[in-house]
């Protein structure tokens, strides 16, 4: 399948933090983007560069070739692609589904069964490297469904990624996207501890910052995350309730497996401590706040 910009029109689902992003990657490629969004208001800005507003998913398939889903949770996904007015009674056969919100494995296997019988194609194709990977298009992005159809699609993905990998059949790519999520939450704990220890211990972190970040204890998250805690900065790259919301869905499919994560489960009380505090719609690296208390 090629996937001409004259030709083609593509349909973006959720204009957050990294909806908006992708779907401004994809404009000026050249394609014809139609976007949905449950508030509106949130996707004037692509409206006025150009994008097609469509009033609901229903509408936005019926337009598209190829749809591109962006949401916060589980339940979003099921109601904008199982919904009467959703995407599923709506597409048109021979379309492309690419949900890329993280969601769960079991039901990205139900999208994708529900697609084929519709003779539709379908990936789910979650993404790491929050809003700064989103804004630049380098994203990795992790991606389950079948093989000819992951190849297909490749082209467009490379507008929003540039670490873009299969990683087998249909829920496959939300599967590693919990392995992401997992390695983080603990990760996030040690870079915020860390920094609390620096300053008790009367450093300048971001003296330290210049020692650690490239050695062994070097990770995304310290060398992206750190400087806007030091900056005193907790704006949204990835929202704190949607990082609970990941850890409950790696959690509950972990407790499937009969699979203990004991640093999941910590990370997951304190992240939960901290949304309870107020900071359920501050950047994951507000945990800061917590352990700093």
């Known amino acids: 399948m090629v996937f001409n910009p004259s030709q083609t029109a593509i349909g973006l689902i959720g204009t957050g933090v990294m909806g908006k992003s992708m779907a401004s990657h994809f404009m000026q490629a050249g394609y014809q983007v139609h976007i949905y969004n449950r508030t509106k208001s949130k996707a004037q800005d692509l409206i006025e560069q150009g994008a097609l507003w469509q009033a609901s998913p229903g509408e936005l398939a019926e337009q598209c070739q190829v749809i591109v889903t962006m949401v916060g949770f589980p339940s979003d996904v099921e109601e904008i692609y199982f919904g009467q007015n959703g995407i599923l009674a709506h597409v048109k056969q021979g379309s492309y589904l690419v949900d890329m919100t993280t969601s769960s494995p079991i039901l990205a296997k139900r999208i994708y069964d529900e697609a084929l019988s519709k003779q539709v194609f379908s990936l789910d194709a979650p993404v790491s490297g929050g809003d700064i990977g989103a804004r630049e298009a380098r994203l990795s992005i992790m991606v389950g469904g079948d093989r000819e159809v992951f190849d297909g699609v490749l082209p467009l993905l490379e507008k929003l990624g540039t670490n873009i990998v299969y990683q087998g059949a249909a829920g496959a790519g939300q599967h590693t996207k919990m392995c992401n999520q997992i390695a983080i939450a603990s990760n996030m704990m040690g870079v915020v501890e860390s920094l609390v220890y620096a300053q008790k211990a009367g450093l300048d972190p971001t003296t330290v910052l210049k020692s650690i970040e490239s050695g062994a204890a070097g990770s995304w998250s310290l060398s992206n995350l ?68």
């Not at 704190?240 to 990941?246: E, G, T, W």
């Not at 997951?268 to 690296?285: F, P, V």
């Open 226 to 293: 750190a400087p806007r805690i030091i900056a005193g900065n907790f704006a949204p790259g990835f929202y704190v309730k949607h990082f609970i919301k990941d850890m409950k869905i790696a959690l509950q499919v972990a407790d499937e497996m009969n699979l203990t994560l004991p640093g999941l489960s910590l990370a997951k009380s304190l992240y939960e401590q901290l949304a309870a505090s107020g900071e359920e719609d501050s950047g994951t690296h507000a945990l800061f706040k917590l352990i700093s208390n």
